[in-house]
């Protein structure tokens, strides 16, 4: 799995609290600045796709910046990263203008995974210049990016905020340099914004947000150095906080009773509120009877994940796509061309591009190891989207034998397996079985403003279907 899927495929968490640099050195009358604020953090020995976890950290380094009109913010997004990163008077008008994702508009038929409605994309996953709380302004067809401001790229100016109601997105900007490498990657705004507090924050992880404090020439800002002394501090309270997280869940839990009336829980992601880790946990179930059932929760807040059977099947669909209405088409892999014209909705004028809605309802039973299964694209909580966040599988007396190995779809190293045998009374083995572990997940602690997500394969997927790009991400 290289970094380049994954930096697609990735999502991230949140950061509520304001604790960044203490007040600088004052100055009077000082000249324009730029200051670099870290956007994730490059943490090697936590992001290991090849042992099926990865932590995303959906925070920015630091939360709280202070500036003068005219300043200009560099956030640099860290290698491998994939975030949204906008500014806006606040995390919650910015959501309520350009949803990252809502219920689909043109197509009321449930989604085969969830029974709930299927997710159509949102605006906030491209480049948006212009923008305000009432909507508007100029939304890119950037699904891959880069920002159409902001970055290196030639020509490019840095983007302008102006305060008030407005409202900038600089859409996707991995980090990757040109050749697709994990690499550092810039985007600069000016900030021509009069006094007053706003907010910076990503959109494909709800609740990863900090705070831009303008003042007037005579007060001080915040400098560099202040920054860059917080920063290492603020990345290992987070690392720890996310490893105690991640060491929590990773302990088989049931309720029930005897082999054959137990429901298992899995988590498919859990976040803190500083980190999405996308992992499922735990990733191996104990041995299943008929009359088990494995539930899957979305634990994350702000994360994306699909449960998908079996691992690596050319047959299973990609996570976003268009909508056929009794059918779902998955766009071309990495830069291919197109093989056919998107399906539409009859009477649509656009291809209606969502979330893969799933092929098998909640509740179902097993049947082989290689069946496809497919939970479908699942939002967590934060995305203020319907749910539900969860989803199941059962085991019956058809149920054949064997290893059942799943994924998911947004973040291929994400992945987990059951194993079943066949009969009604198997012991599992009592070692792996801590007794009634009641099924409580870490608290995420973000409430309902603050959920992971695993956004980045939302953004990647979503701009092949508006765009025609994508980056190049092979499902392996
Ligand atoms: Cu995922």
Request: proline letters at 11%.
């Amino acid at each position: 799995m290289s970094w380049q899927a994954i930096v697609v495929r990735v999502g991230a968490a949140v950061a509520f609290t304001t604790t960044g640099a203490a007040p600088a050195l004052a100055q009077q009358t000082s000249p324009p600045q730029t200051l670099v604020v870290g956007v994730d953090y490059a943490d090697q020995a936590n992001q290991q796709p090849d042992q099926q976890r990865v932590f995303e950290y959906t925070d920015f380094f630091t939360r709280a910046v202070t500036v003068h009109t005219g300043d200009t913010v560099n956030f640099r997004a860290a290698p491998g990263s994939f975030h949204i990163v906008a500014l806006a008077p606040t995390e919650a008008a910015g959501r309520a203008a350009y949803p990252v994702g809502f219920p689909d508009p043109l197509d009321k038929s449930p989604a085969t995974g969830t029974g709930g409605p299927k997710i159509d994309l949102g605006p906030s996953n491209f480049s948006i210049t212009g923008g305000s709380t009432h909507g508007g302004g100029t939304v890119a067809q950037n699904p891959n990016g880069p920002p159409v401001c902001g970055t290196a790229a030639p020509g490019q100016q840095p983007c302008v905020f102006k305060g008030g109601d407005d409202i900038e997105v600089a859409g996707p900007n991995p980090g990757l340099d040109a050749a697709g490498n994990p690499a550092p990657s810039d985007w600069k705004i000016v900030i021509n914004a009069p006094a007053g507090t706003y907010s910076y924050f990503c959109y494909i992880h709800p609740g990863m947000n900090g705070t831009l404090t303008v003042v007037a020439p005579s007060q001080t800002a915040t400098t560099q150095a202040q920054i860059d002394a917080a920063t290492p501090a603020q990345f290992a309270a987070d690392r720890d906080a996310a490893l105690a997280a991640e060491k929590a869940a990773n302990v088989p839990t049931f309720t029930g009773g005897a082999p054959g009336t137990r429901t298992y829980k899995v988590n498919v992601g859990i976040g803190t509120d500083k980190v999405a880790i996308d992992e499922m946990l735990p990733r191996q179930v104990p041995t299943l009877s008929p009359g088990d059932k494995v539930q899957y929760l979305w634990s994350d807040p702000h994360n994306v994940h699909t449960v998908s059977f079996p691992t690596d099947s050319q047959q299973l669909p990609a996570p976003f796509g268009f909508n056929c209405g009794t059918s779902f088409q998955s766009p071309p892999e990495g830069n291919a061309p197109p093989s056919a014209p998107p399906c539409m909705l009859p009477g649509a004028t656009r291809p209606d591009f969502i979330g893969d809605p799933g092929n098998t309802p909640s509740g179902t039973a097993l049947a082989n190891p290689t069946a496809i299964v497919d939970s479908g694209v699942i939002f967590g909580t934060g995305y203020n989207v319907p749910g539900p966040q969860q989803w199941s599988v059962v085991v019956n007396a058809s149920t054949k034998a064997g290893a059942y190995n799943y994924q998911c779809l947004v973040h291929d190293w994400m992945q987990g397996s059951l194993t079943v045998v066949a009969g009604a009374s198997v012991t599992a083995p009592p070692a792996q079985v801590p007794a009634q572990i009641p099924a409580q997940m870490p608290n995420t602690g973000g409430g309902g403003n603050t959920a992971l997500f695993g956004g980045l394969a939302l953004l990647g997927l979503l701009t092949i279907g508006v765009g025609g790009l994508r980056l190049a991400t092979q499902r392996r």
